[in-house]
T-cell receptor
Framework: EAGVAQSPRYKIIEKRQSVAFWCNPI?????LYWYQQILGQGPKLLIQ????????DSQLPKDRFSAERLKGVDSTLKIQPAKLEDSAVYLC?????????????FGPGTRLTVL | GQQLNQSPQSMFIQEGEDVSMNCTSS?????WLWYKQDPGEGPVLLIA?????ELTSNGRLTAQFGITRKDSFLNISASIPSDVGIYFC?????????FGAGTILRVKS
């Protein structure tokens, strides 16, 4: 079974620029997550989708971050405009159902550097 | 927001030694999960605990769900170089999904 795919793997931008990340979850997984992992910290959930509906986006900075999951499969996460503090690894994960009862499978992440 | 406290923050041990780390919270949980993250990779699930007092093993890994439901322990026996990585506890708090800050494990061979 193919794992969670993410692209790009690395991105370097200047502050105030825009950036987008793409995630393709494991086939058949209804739940998709985007996490932000700042160096030295645990992943922080930004947004959780169940199919193409949002379950939780309470920690998503909505003034600059947006995410969508078209047709309940692939997802994109966008930052516009980027700030220095957005430098982090952005992890996408998917699971068959709720995270505490179903294993989350993570992609390799996109490492974003904002200069 | 809910905080999960992991200790120690980091460990540097000799290959073959046993390792113990824990995760505590001020709130009661019904489930504790432990993940491991290798450098440059996403976290991978190691062990899931669903009942207070539960003791579960996965190879050289043993995890316990504290009887108070506010803590969990992860033990690694006879450590090997591939045990290097960051170990995270994880759970659901209300509808929020929370990872601890992690314990960094380094192994000297």
């Amino acid at each position: 079974e193919a794992g969670v795919a993410q692209s790009p793997r690395y991105k370097i931008i200047e502050k105030r620029q825009s950036v987008a990340f793409w995630c393709n979850p494991i086939s058949g997984h209804a739940t998709l997550y985007w996490y932000q992992q700042i160096l030295g910290q645990g992943p922080k959930l930004l947004i959780q989708f169940q199919n193409n509906g949002v379950v939780d986006d309470s920690q998503l900075p909505k003034d600059r971050f947006s995410a969508e999951r078209l047709k309940g499969v692939d997802s994109t996460l966008k930052i516009q405009p980027a700030k220095l503090e957005d430098s982090a690894v952005y992890l996408c994960a998917s699971s068959r159902g709720r995270a505490v009862n179903n294993e989350q499978f993570f992609g390799p992440g996109t490492r974003l550097t904002v200069l | 927001g809910q905080q999960l406290n992991q200790s120690p923050q980091s460990m540097f041990i000799q290959e073959g030694e046993d390792v113990s780390m824990n995760c505590t919270s001020s709130s009661i949980f019904n489930t504790w999960l432990w993940y491991k993250q290798d450098p440059g990779e996403g976290p991978v699930l190691l062990i899931a605990l669903y009942k207070a007092g539960e003791l579960t093993s996965n190879g050289r890994l043993t995890a316990q769900f504290g009887i108070t439901r506010k803590d969990s322990f992860l033990n690694i026996s006879a450590s090997i170089p591939s045990d290097v990585g960051i170990y995270f506890c994880f759970m659901e708090y209300g509808n929020k999904l929370v990872f601890g800050a992690g314990t960094i494990l380094r192994v000297k061979s």
